[in-house]
């Protein structure tokens, strides 16, 4: 069996008449993995053991006629910056290639609990810092279309993995674009959820006011699903939401439900910029036009500030990041610089060896803008900055109910194409970072593909605690675009 | 040269301001569910939260603020409705995630005092001359403790050190006074009233050995009669009474011998050091630490109602000073009465109680500052812990004011109250009754006493007066001590006139 002929509906369909068993599923997810992970290293651990013996549990449940839990057998993948128990996290860094979890983070806790089948752990951006997947200690990503280009990043192994059957579904994190941006690349679905809606603890922080763990998916449905699993409080995390969770997927069944009319689908012109790839402007305007077609109404809005975002979201997220990044010492855990005599000599050579350079360069960036005598000209100007960026999502949802934006300025480039020029490579998060800053939800999905045959990401952002209309619209335009 | 203290009286002031922290008493940890027991097995009280692993938050212990908001109302604290936690940035190996949680530029409250005694001490440390002062306090925030560095006194210490993080996590106020203090005596009265405070709300233990009231002191110097500050010097490690007090001494003398000698102070960080008793620099204001704080984003804005505060107010006693002050003009105690019945909250509701029941605060205030006091300490004096009930020491001190027990007789009463745990009326039954005081009883036994003992009789009348304790001797062994000494007294004088 191959997992690219499935999404989790059909996988069920499948389980539940016994057409196969959940160990078959994970046998294929792991047959997969071992043909193309050489090639694509979008898995930084593979768990057999561990997968087969939940599989076997799956199997054993259903053959005593328990009902299907809403991931039952399915095989996911774990972005490697969120703790499993008793396996590696290393965040692609050098600084924790051996750190071992000694718990399981609160979103991945609840998807095993829903019956998901863990494959392995995906390789990403050290510490999450980047959108290529080139700023892994243990080698770049590969796209699963074409192996001289990148996948996006930095959840760019969980894309890989989804794209290239290696699981039905994976999670990712996403400060700026770190889910979106990867699944747009790849072809894939790929969720942001509201600040808070899902829970941080167990995901090794990058930008702890941005940072959210989000699905990525075959399908909508898929994302909706596996969403609504991991969604609600946590009380191990002070800034998860008590908002109630809504049954996302019961909106999206009956065809009716593919009717748009009434609708109204926000248009920024800033989202259509100097910058953007003619292929990429070219595919999210017939997806426009594809909305208008299934009834909804076009509207005009405009995001005035937009262009502040990338560099607001360099000052919060690396100020952030140099005092999350300052608990990796050497002291208890993670690596050590051999033969250091003083306590500073530990520090220094211990960070100065285990992280990269990126990692390195914005935990200089975000050491200087909260630096004495620097905090009000950056930090504090920062956060104004990001109140206005959320006033302009919510005048915006004043005369929409969904706004739709490219994902990515361009579809994946090739790799060491922007590793030289830092600033190339951060724009390339432009339209996805205002949403971390503003705390809304998005989704990427699939919209078209550019004249090489690479994929188009179509963004999709609601206000906060709107997931069920993101999905709902994605969910129309998925179904008019297969048709 | 002139001596110090000519200068201190003539030409200089000290300006002293405190920082307190102290630890607040709650069973569990700040951010996360861990004990705060101390004494546990090195790092046996943590979890990924306090240990700091990666991927692990924070998450606020409502009982933390109730804690702070009780501090805060024994200070005279304005609590603010909203307070943000903030990441205080800096690298030490007990210090697990890298920064401190604390608060910054909206701290938990702000514009507090204490107005109490205080007084200036002689060589021998007595107390010369009480008087009441306000120190006003700047602010107290909520932050959490750091762990332990342990250097020395383990296996292989000689080239490494340990690491304890027990205390990681533990909640902790940093309280922040004015430079109000004057002298090093003004900074021990307020650190003593404070930790009494703490105590009175049930904030904080108050051990300082196990480190729950620790004390920085920033010390400078002024020319009398000058409105501006000097350079100031932080003195560390301060975790005594004592220390407290001798530090500031000790740095008060270094900064005026200094500015004597024609120098001038550097402002910088200083560790007191107590084997040699001096302090020492720790750090220099170049090195200082910029600690970038910036707003904690993993824990939300800490937001208390009107409504809350007010009703967490409702729950606070009556706090030391104001009750010493009640004590002292309802009952007439002096400051130092006072003071010493107010030392603690369960010691002033013993002392109450058994006013209440007695009627009598200055026959209560001597028995239990001579007899009680004497057998239990008065930090550990409570309605619990003590050997005889306020109500049953009340009965007592009744039974001397009505006559039925001298003085003398009641001690043994009481005694006996302590060993059987008996009221006093039972043990006087058994002692066969309390004092005889009935004149024709006393009479009688007077006159058997003057008729066996004829010389002496004879001697007396003849001037010999010493002699009348021996009658008075033979009255008392004749009834078991129990005789109204008065009446023996009235009676022996009046029988042994010369007959006329």
Redesign the interface.
Known sequence: MNLLDFDIDRLHTALQARHCSAAEVCRAALATIEQRNPALNALLSILPDRALKQAADTDARLAAGAPLRPLEGVPIVIKDNQCLAGTRTTCASQMLANYMATYTATAVARLEAAGAVIVGKANLDEFAMGSSNENSAFGPVRHPLDPNRVPGGSSGGSAAAVAAGMCLAATGSDTGGSIRQPAAFCGVVGVKPTYGRVSRYGLVAFGSSLDQIGPLTRTVRDAARMLRVMAGYDEHDATSSLHAVPDYLAELSGDADTDLRGWRIGVAQEAFGAGLDPAVELAVRQALKTFEALGATLVEVSLPRLGYAIADYYIIATAEASANLARFDGVRYGYRAPDVTTVHDLYALSREQGFGPEVKRRILLGTYALSSGYYDAYYLKAQKVRTLLRRDFDRAFEQCDVLVTPTAPTPAFKLGEKTDDPLQMYLSDIYTVTLNLAGVPGMSLPCGKSGEGLPIGLQIVAPAFEESRMFRAGWALEHALLQ | MTDLATLLREKYEPVIGLEIHAQLNTRTKIFCPCPTDFGAEANANTC?VC??????????NQAVVEKAAFAAFALNLHINEVSVFS?K?Y?Y?DL????QISQYDQPFSVAGYVEIPTSERDEGGRPIAWQLKRFRIQRMHIEEDAGKSLHEGLPGSSDASY?NLNRSGVPLVEIVSEPDFRSSWEAYDYVQYLRRALLYVDACDGNMEEGSLRCDANVSIRRRGSDRFGTRTETKNLNSFRFIQRAIDYEIARQIRILEEGGHIVQETRLWNEREARTYTMRSKEEAH?Y???PE????PLVLSAETIAALRARVPELPEPRRRRFAEAYGLSLEDSTLVTTTREAADFFEACVRASGNPRAAFNWIANELLARIPIEKLSLTTSPVSPEALAELLALVTDGTLSNKLAKEVFERMLSTGKPPKAIVQELGGGQVSDVGRIEAIAAEVIAANPKQTAEYRAGKTPLFAFFVGQVMKATKGKANPQVVNEVLKRLLEPPQ
Not at chain 2, 51 to 60: D, I, R, S, T, Y
Not at chain 2, 297 to 300: A, E, G, V
């Open positions: 990924p240990l700091g692993l990666p991927g692990a938050l924070p998450v606020l990441r940035n690298f190996p697990p995630k890298g920064y690491v910029d970038r704080y910036f984003p993993d824990l939300p």
